[in-house]
């Protein structure tokens, strides 16, 4: 039986709705999370993780929204569930986070809402929409706090220009159950905690740890451009995280990023691609 031709394959991306090839394709992974969810994780609170190594927060609305408010708050209800479902987590030396084993399927059964989420370039409702939010955040924490990033997705679209962003474009996570985890591993001879908390208007969220490890993380932008391709503007970078030590410091790479950009970029900061450049032709 020969499979479908790609012209079929568009033509039913097309007449079915994303939430229900979602909800097909999902189906067998959330029956078995229900059936066998995973055992509790370990929990901590800050008497014995008295250092902040790192934190961060980030606001549940922005000035620059592209959905309606029920979406909206359908969002925060999600990132509010998602936040305490990760709160007092610790992970022992050598042990693995999974979002999708800590937060588990985003369904209605388990008290998330549909909430805005982004497929095939445009802007959908989706159980569970907004936590990558959450995600964003979570990652964020795990370069900071030298954790080693096991998997990671980047996004595929950059909504908004840079008004009051703090973080290099590329610096977040998008997750989608089962499919796209985000993973991290704590490297570190002690535990550590995850600590993610909401009010009414942010975000807040830090690691800690039992004491002052010694080191300090940054992340830098190498390679910035925004260039028109195939009729569209997108925005590249590749991110480097830099561990500093004492009076000495260790460059590694962290990841290389291309989203399609869905504002509008003026002219003079657009760069031709390479081709262009080179006069078209080879």
Known sequence: MTSPSPTLRALARR????????????????AMALLRPPP???RGD?????HAHCERSSPLRREITIYEEALQQA???????GASRIHGLVLAPGETFSWHTVVGPPIRLRGFRPGPELHDGSLSEGPGGGLCQVANLLYWLAIHAGLEVVERHRHDLDLFPDHERTAPFGC?????????DLRFRNPHPWPVMLEVRVDATHVHGAVR?????GFRCEVLEVAHRF????????????????THTGGSFRDDPLSENHARVAYVVPEHQLELPESAAAGGTS
């Open 227 to 242: 260039v028109r391709r195939d009729g569209s503007v997108w925005r590249e970078n590749r991110l480097v995280r830099r």
């Open 172 to 180: 977040g996570a998008t997750v989608f159950f089962p499919f796209r």
């Open 40 to 42: 509790p994780p370990e």
């Open 209 to 213: 740890m039992p004491e002052n490890p």
């Open 75 to 81: 969002k925060e209800h999600n990132v509010r569930l």
């Open 46 to 50: 800050t008497t014995h993780f008295p």
């Open 15 to 30: 007449l079915v709705p994303f939430s229900i090839r979602a909800g097909l394709r999902r189906l067998p992974a959330v």
